[in-house]
């Protein structure tokens, strides 16, 4: 080997080591968000005259954000390793009252999260179906955080009606004391804001779909994250939404949302600009003054725990060796 191959290899080394640890620290600075108020969010200016919804991009789990006026909805928590995203988020932008406090039912995906934010905020009310047995284990851990805030850990009723300052919500669907599935005691809520109405499903399958009764609405949170056992083409028939959220992961096991459930939007004259998915979008922001809708799509606001970890400085490091004509396996 001549000397000047040996100096590339010695430079390629160096390159690599010094590549790796700017990547370890970045890693180590966004999985340790803490507590004290940052400026990351310096971007998101909320307007407080109108409603806004934030369905936080959290992975393959459910976390989405009502704030008007200072008054604050909280429906699902993600996954456990999304709750200092969470609160973090919460805690910057001054939204950490909690008015309520909404876990739609108890599979970790939805309720995970859901200690950090009792641990950090300061919460009001607290809604989650009880005496489900699948879900029992999460409840009875939840409850003991919430007891250890003073926190009363509430079952709802359908039809129970709650005021969020101009806003209104209502209870259209959950299963107490039964021994329904976790995914079909969610507690399924209906939003109305002045003209505009906005469904959040949870995980509640096609079976609790056909107990719900509820005119057209504006926005739906399509059912447990676009998996084909939710969101059936009756439902929709009934409901007539004009925009479809859906929240799911990457690469996630379970690939939603399922094609079919795309499909059967589209059939139901949902638009295809007007269907919007967390994986590929990021957080998807609604604004509305009770009569007109806007939509962004924001990649800035990712909650997403364990999104966050290790995938922005794998991605660096590719780019930096494409630029320098290398070639490296993993990317
Ligand atoms: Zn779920």
């Known amino acids: 080997m001549n000397k000047n191959a040996k100096q590339k290899i010695t430079l390629g080394i160096i390159l690599i080591l010094v590549i790796v640890l700017c990547a370890l620290y970045v890693q180590f600075n966004n999985a340790n968000p803490t507590n004290n108020l940052t400026n990351k969010y310096s971007n998101v200016i909320i307007n407080n005259e109108k409603l806004n919804i934030f369905y936080f991009k959290v992975g393959q789990a459910d976390c989405t954000l009502i704030t008007i006026n200072n008054k604050n909805l909280l429906i699902d928590a993600g996954n456990k390793s999304d709750g200092d995203y969470i609160v973090e988020f919460l805690k910057e ?19 995970g999260g859901a200690g950090n934010v009792l641990n950090n905020c300061n919460v009001k009310n607290m809604f989650m179906p009880e005496g489900i047995e699948e879900a029992e284990e999460n409840y009875q851990s939840l409850k003991s955080v919430a007891d250890s805030n003073n926190v009363q850990l509430s079952k709802v009723e359908i039809s129970d009606k709650f005021d969020l300052d101009k806003a209104n919500f209502e209870i259209l669907s959950v299963k107490n004391n039964t021994n329904s599935s976790a995914n079909e005691s969610s507690i399924v809520v209906k939003l109305n804001y002045l003209n505009t109405s906005y469904l959040f499903m949870g995980d509640a399958t096609q079976g609790i779909e056909k107990e719900i009764k509820s005119d057209s609405v504006d926005v739906l949170k399509v059912g447990h994250h676009g998996s084909n056992s939710s969101t059936s083409s009756e439902f929709l028939d009934m409901i007539k939404p004009k925009y479809a959220i859906i929240s799911a992961g990457i690469n996630a096991k379970y690939n939603h949302p399922a094609e079919q459930i795309l499909q059967r939007l589209r059939d139901a004259n949902i638009q295809e600009k007007n269907i919007y998915i967390t994986n590929n979008q990021g957080t998807i922001w609604l604004t509305s003054d009770g009569t007109n809708i806007e939509i962004q799509t924001r990649q800035d606001i990712n909650l997403d725990g364990t999104g966050q970890i290790g995938k922005v400085d794998i991605l660096n490091i590719c780019s930096f060796f494409n630029r320098i004509n290398y070639s490296l396996l993993a990317c």
């Open 93 to 111: 932008k001054k939204l950490d009252t909690i008015d309520y406090f909404i876990i739609t039912h108890g599979d970790l995906d939805h309720s």
